[in-house]
């Protein structure tokens, strides 16, 4: 069973022990921050990133065979929950979830991370046309029925960053590595390290997670289990070589899922219990957590964080009730 799915599996048994009372008290419970409430076709939503050009949220399904929707957030002050809509929804990609993914504007396109959520048996990068959806590649990264070019091994693509040159760096949240595609969608390496896989196997349950690229030419990645934070310089081809643990004061990212950037110096980690605000002001070689935020609906799960005009939504996993409402929710640090 795949890392996330287990993470959900776990989660659905914890919440079925919680007393009905306090999880109905939980749902009933009002963020002290803005809130923007939708309705939706699943239960589960991996990703949510703001569409500054479109003027939407974009997110990711993570059930019913994967997708991408969009939410168009209301002119008024009106608290009405909002709809979701479809916009792709590809059939040769069912039975697999729709992951992190980023938003390449220069290109005018969306790089997807696409995995097998219960086998781990499928990890693949989609790039689609922001304007028509159209699909521009899609590049097969591990899959247990392909061709024997293509690695079969275990894997779970999860997040994807894109640098100034259209380049991809895709996280597998199960064998702790990242493949890196050129911009045309063809798989340039893989990028692993010891470092990657910290000793004792509960660090390694969910491995590497949410990605971001630094205008200066490196990534920063999260490592969900053992909270490490790493920064990967791709600007040397030895990149193996440069892979550094950033030192970390104030706090755990334990548990951290996706990254967001708020400044060059300022990056959000989003996660559960709470989500942190971390900055640096030495290029990334050490950092601080210096904010926490946590928006009380801990049954749902934070998964992802996104920048609205400067506010910083966050975005939680799982959907409740017959109409299946989802929630961001405004991040203060």
């Not at 048994?13 to 419970?29: D, G, K, Q, T």
């Not at 509960?202 to 997670?209: C, R």
């Not at 969900?224 to 310089?233: P, R, V, W, Y």
């Not at 070589?241 to 104030?250: M, Y």
Request: net charge neutral.
């Amino acid at each position: 069973m795949s890392p996330s799915c287990c993470s959900v599996a776990l989660f659905f048994l914890l919440v079925s022990a919680i007393p009905l009372a306090y999880l109905i008290s939980l749902e009933r419970a009002v963020p002290s921050t803005h809130v923007i409430s939708y309705h939706s076709s699943g239960f589960l939503r991996e990703c949510a990133k703001w569409d500054d050009v479109g003027r939407r949220f974009l997110v990711s399904y993570m059930d019913g065979g994967g997708g991408i929707g969009q939410l168009v957030p209301c002119t008024s002050d009106s608290d009405d929950a909002l709809g979701e809509l479809t916009l792709v929804k590809d059939a040769d990609l069912a039975g697999n979830s729709s992951n992190g993914f980023v938003i390449d504007r220069h290109r005018n396109r969306l790089l997807l991370a696409v995995g097998d959520l219960l086998g781990n048996r499928f990890s693949a990068l989609v790039a689609y046309d922001l304007s028509t959806w159209r699909r521009i590649f899609l590049t097969v990264l591990s899959s247990s029925s392909s061709h024997h070019s293509i690695s079969k091994e275990i894997s779970y693509a999860h997040d994807v960053a894109v640098d100034t040159q259209g380049n991809a760096y895709v996280t597998d949240a199960k064998g702790g590595k990242i493949w890196l595609l050129d911009v045309n969608g063809k798989l340039v390496s893989i990028i692993r390290s010891p470092l990657f896989i910290p000793p004792a196997w509960f660090n390694n349950f969910v491995s590497l997670n949410g990605i971001v690229y630094h205008p200066d030419a490196f990534l920063l990645v999260i490592h969900t289990f053992s909270g490490f934070l790493f920064k990967i310089d791709v600007t040397n081809a030895d990149i193996t070589t440069k892979v550094t643990v950033v030192d970390v004061s104030g706090g755990s990212l334990r548990f951290g899922d996706g990254l967001e950037f708020l400044s060059p110096t300022k990056i959000v980690v989003a996660g559960s219990p709470s989500s942190k605000l971390v900055e640096s002001s030495d290029g990334w070689r050490t950092a601080s957590v210096t904010g926490w935020f946590s928006s009380g609906m801990v049954h749902r799960l934070v998964s992802s964080a996104t920048v609205k005009e400067g506010r910083v939504y966050l975005n939680h996993i799982v959907g409740f009730g017959s109409k299946k409402r989802h929630i961001l929710v405004e991040a203060v640090f």
